[in-house]
């Protein structure tokens, strides 16, 4: 077992399976375990030192960017001359990422006391929880919590007895991934189409009703409810010297046992799918894994010794993303694995800059011909093409992530693509496609 | 909790009537009207299963903002409903951690079972079926929603069983629906 094998669980104390399993942690069991003394001390320690012990703390967004939380937060003007807004990404909607979810379901306070510090840290009053509308039992668990913090007093007007006064509101979404993108998810906050921003402005700057505004994740963010409480040496003491701290890694497709994993920064990819999520279905092969979402590039058998934190991965040119594994056995097809997740982002792009958009709608016509056993010489070298141009010029990340199952996985696997050219059809048998 | 200052601007608005409470609590939240106008559309669909020109008008008057620009946001979000739909709504996570999982398979079977396609709607005015991207879910595959429900590692035998349920009407319908009004 891995070097990690005696971590126990911190974020996802308590918590049972991947979906709803009845049990959502109540506020007299949150308090009785230390909850909400993090804000308590914050509200001692006062604003700016608060942000300090954040900066110090690294405390890496777990969003996808690994952002340092505590930078982000300093960057929010120190003054009120506008109102400040705390958005937390709870819209989750990267294929292959469940672990925002359980975090929702069954730790709603641990959310909440995160973002309450991350408001009087950011001098704000006012906090919006963004959840996608798909998580209906996620909604109803904060929609509780968040009353019953209310009724103690830990939401409102003078939080704890001090001067601090922050409401806490849920927005939720309607079925748009681009929302996930924190510009994106402002406009949606306004009552506009997901549109995201040019930047910049920043959103630290102009964000939410053109006011300074933090936008953090739920996972980020509870967190920071943890330093607070634990102290800086504590999180330092998980993870590696750049990563510090922990994550909760979502593992799904051909494993054993599927399922939310949280450890520190610094396990490998190996260990993941092999000690922990108990290896290849059916004695099968391993072929290729994301790492960090669909939208990041593959990894392959050779590769599995990275370490999963913020840079190791960047080192095959992929990244940790949203730390959503999706692991695929011998019996995939690539051509086929793409064409399903281009349909995706050709869905999803937003349609305002015209790499993203004529990007993916040619990415998919393509794979969609070649998949059908109807594609021509140059197609493949058509696909790198344009995964090499979509990049550039685009408001968003968007574009770049429709190209993560291709940028690698065409280089490597050139036969593979090529031959449902030359053979007139998909080479593949697709047992995964049989339905019990 | 500040009511709208509307007797004369939204008397003859037949949505705020309806929903007066809500709506004065949702508009409340936000800073600026138009924030109102998400959650506006959901109470909506709530009621009604989807969202009618008039409904988009009378979110527009109660939003201060066009009804040009609610039908942008109607459009915009995949699942706002612009059509009447069935009173299950049967959203099936077709990406990839599913796909890998048999999601096409399960499609195929209940697409068959239904005699309707992507986003069709039974002759009875009961079923839906809607292509929906990964549910955050995924260790589950292959997962659906059933209206508000998730339903995960799904089998024939559990999708029988959940047809069995709707036809019987032993689950909540997708809509509440309201008097003399047909969604
Ligand atoms: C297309 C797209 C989708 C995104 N989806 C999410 C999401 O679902 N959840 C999330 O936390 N961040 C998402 N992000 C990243 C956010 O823009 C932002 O970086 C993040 O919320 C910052 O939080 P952090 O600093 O705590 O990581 C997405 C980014 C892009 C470009
Ligand atoms: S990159 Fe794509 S999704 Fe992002 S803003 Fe441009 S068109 Fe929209
Ligand atoms: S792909 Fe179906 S739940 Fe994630």
Same mark, same amino acid.
């Given at each position: 077992?891995?070097?990690?094998?005696?971590?126990?669980?911190?974020?996802?104390?308590? +918590?049972?399976?991947? +979906?709803?399993?009845?049990?959502?942690?109540?506020?007299?069991?949150?308090?009785?375990?230390?909850?909400?003394?993090?804000?308590?001390?914050?509200?001692?320690?006062?604003?700016?030192?608060?942000?300090?012990?954040?900066?110090?703390?690294?405390?890496?967004?777990?969003?996808?960017?690994?952002?340092?939380?505590?930078?982000?937060?300093?960057?929010?003007?120190?003054?009120?001359?506008?109102?400040?807004?705390?958005?937390?990404?709870?819209?989750?909607?990267?294929?292959?990422?469940?672990?925002?979810?359980?975090?929702?379901?069954?730790?709603?306070?641990?959310?909440?006391?995160?973002?309450?510090?991350?408001?009087?840290?950011?001098?704000?009053?006012?906090?919006?929880?963004?959840?996608?509308?798909?998580?209906?039992?996620?909604?109803?668990? @904060?929609?509780?919590?968040?009353?019953?913090? $209310?009724? *103690?007093?830990?939401?409102?007007?003078?939080?704890?007895?001090?001067?601090?006064?922050?409401?806490?509101?849920?927005?939720?979404?309607?079925?748009?991934?681009?929302?996930?993108?924190?510009?994106?998810?402002?406009?949606?906050?306004?009552?506009?189409?997901?549109?995201?921003?040019?930047?910049?402005?920043?959103?630290?700057?102009?964000?939410?009703?053109?006011?300074?505004?933090?936008?953090?994740?739920?996972? =980020?963010?509870?967190?920071?409810?943890?330093?607070?409480?634990?102290?800086?040496?504590? /999180?330092?003491?998980?993870?590696?010297?750049?990563?510090?701290?922990?994550?909760?890694?979502?593992?799904?497709?051909? +494993?054993? $046992?599927?399922?939310?994993?949280?450890?520190?920064?610094?396990?490998?990819?190996?260990?993941?799918?092999?000690?922990?999520?108990?290896?290849?279905?059916?004695?099968? &092969?391993?072929?290729?894994?994301?790492?960090?979402?669909?939208?990041?590039?593959?990894?392959?058998?050779?590769?599995?010794?990275?370490?999963?934190?913020?840079?190791?991965?960047?080192?095959?040119?992929?990244?940790?993303?949203?730390?959503?594994?999706?692991?695929?056995?011998?019996?995939?097809?690539?051509?086929?694995?793409?064409?399903?997740?281009?349909?995706?982002?050709?869905?999803?792009?937003?349609?305002q800059c015209t790499p993203c958009r004529e990007g993916t709608n040619w990415m998919y016509k393509i794979l969609k011909r070649?998949?059908?056993?109807?594609?021509?010489?140059?197609?493949?070298?058509?696909?790198?093409?344009?995964?090499?141009?979509?990049?550039?010029?685009?408001?968003?990340?968007?574009?770049?992530?429709?190209?993560?199952?291709?940028?690698?996985?065409? #280089?490597?696997?050139?036969?593979?693509?090529?031959?449902?050219?030359?053979?007139? $059809?998909?080479? /593949?048998?697709?047992?995964? @496609?049989?339905?019990? | 909790?500040?009511?709208?200052?509307?007797?004369?601007?939204?008397?003859?608005?037949?949505?705020?009537?309806?929903?007066? *409470?809500?709506?004065?609590?949702?508009?409340?939240?936000? #800073?600026?009207?138009?924030?109102?106008?998400?959650?506006?559309?959901?109470?909506?669909?709530?009621?009604?299963?989807?969202?009618?020109?008039?409904?988009?008008?009378?979110?527009?008057?109660?939003?201060?903002?066009?009804?040009?620009?609610?039908?942008?946001?109607?459009?915009?979000?995949?699942?706002?409903?612009?059509?009447?739909?069935? &009173?299950?709504?049967?959203?099936?996570?077709?990406?990839?951690?599913?796909?890998?999982?048999?999601?096409?398979?399960?499609?195929?079977?209940?697409?068959? &079972?239904?005699?309707?396609?992507?986003?069709?709607?039974?002759?009875?005015?009961?079923?839906?079926?809607?292509?929906?991207?990964?549910?955050?879910?995924?260790?589950?595959? #292959?997962?659906?929603?059933?209206?508000?429900?998730?339903?995960?590692?799904?089998?024939?035998?559990?999708?029988?069983?959940?047809?069995?349920?709707?036809?019987?009407?032993?689950?909540?319908?997708?809509? =509440?629906?309201?008097?003399?009004?047909?969604?």
């Open positions: 077992m891995a070097a990690t094998n005696n971590y126990e669980p911190i974020l996802s104390a308590g +918590v049972t399976g991947t +979906v709803y399993s009845g049990r959502s942690e109540s506020l007299a069991d949150y308090r009785a375990k230390g909850g909400y003394d993090g804000l308590k001390r914050a509200l001692e320690m006062g604003p700016d030192k608060v942000l300090d012990l954040i900066k110090e703390a690294n405390i890496r967004g777990r969003g996808g960017a690994g952002f340092p939380a505590g930078v982000k937060w300093g960057f929010i003007p120190r003054n009120r001359e506008r109102p400040h807004y705390v958005c937390v990404n709870a819209d989750e909607s990267e294929p292959g990422t469940f672990s925002n979810r359980s975090l929702l379901e069954q730790r709603p306070h641990l959310l909440i006391e995160g973002a309450l510090i991350a408001a009087f840290a950011t001098l704000s009053e006012s906090v919006y929880v963004y959840i996608r509308k798909e998580y209906y039992e996620a909604t109803r668990q @904060m929609q509780r919590a968040i009353d019953d913090a $209310r009724a *103690a007093g830990l939401i409102g007007k003078g939080i704890l007895g001090s001067d601090f006064n922050c409401e806490v509101a849920i927005h939720l979404g309607a079925g748009a991934y681009i929302c996930g993108e924190e510009t994106a998810l402002i406009e949606s906050i306004e009552g506009k189409r997901g549109y995201p921003r040019n930047r910049p402005p920043f959103p630290a700057i102009q964000g939410l009703y053109m006011s300074p505004t933090v936008v953090n994740n739920i996972e =980020t963010l509870a967190i920071a409810a943890e330093v607070m409480r634990r102290g800086v040496e504590w /999180f330092k003491g998980i993870g590696t010297e750049k990563s510090p701290g922990m994550t909760v890694y979502s593992i799904s497709g051909h +494993v054993n $046992r599927p399922g939310n994993y949280e450890l520190p920064l610094g396990v490998t990819m190996r260990e993941l799918i092999y000690d922990y999520a108990g290896g290849i279905r059916d004695g099968n &092969k391993f072929k290729a894994v994301f790492p960090g979402g669909s939208s990041v590039p593959m990894l392959f058998e050779d590769e599995l010794d990275v370490v999963m934190d913020f840079d190791s991965p960047r080192k095959y040119n992929t990244f940790l993303g949203s730390t959503g594994i999706i692991v695929m056995d011998e019996t995939v097809c690539f051509v086929w694995a793409s064409l399903n997740l281009m349909h995706f982002y050709w869905d999803e792009s937003c349609g070649l998949e059908a056993g109807q594609g021509v010489n140059g197609d493949v070298e058509l696909l790198e093409d344009i995964c090499g141009n979509i990049t550039s010029r685009s408001i968003c990340a968007l574009g770049e992530f429709a190209t993560g199952s291709l940028v690698r996985t065409i #280089p490597r696997f050139r036969a593979e693509f090529q031959a449902h050219i030359d053979q007139g $059809r998909c080479p /593949f048998e697709k047992g995964y @496609m049989r339905f019990g | 909790m500040p009511e709208l200052n509307t007797t004369s601007a939204l008397a003859t608005n037949d949505l705020y009537m309806r929903h007066r *409470a809500d709506i004065d609590a949702i508009v409340a939240r936000y #800073p600026i009207r138009q924030s109102a106008l998400m959650p506006i559309l959901w109470l909506i669909q709530e009621e009604d299963g989807w969202i009618s020109d008039e409904m988009m008008k009378q979110a527009a008057e109660i939003c201060e903002c066009t009804p040009a620009e609610v039908l942008e946001s109607v459009s915009f979000y995949q699942m706002y409903h612009r059509e009447p739909v069935g &009173k299950y709504v049967l959203g099936i996570c077709a990406t990839l951690p599913c796909a890998l999982k048999a999601a096409d398979g399960l499609y195929a079977y209940l697409s068959e &079972k239904l005699g309707i396609t992507w986003a069709e709607t039974t002759q009875d005015g009961l079923f839906t079926i809607q292509r929906r991207e990964c549910l955050g879910a995924c260790s589950e595959a #292959p997962v659906m929603l059933v209206n508000q429900e998730l339903e995960t590692k799904l089998t024939r035998e559990k999708i029988d069983r959940i047809l069995e349920e709707c036809r019987q009407g032993k689950r909540k319908p997708y809509f =509440t629906g309201r008097n003399g009004y047909r969604a």
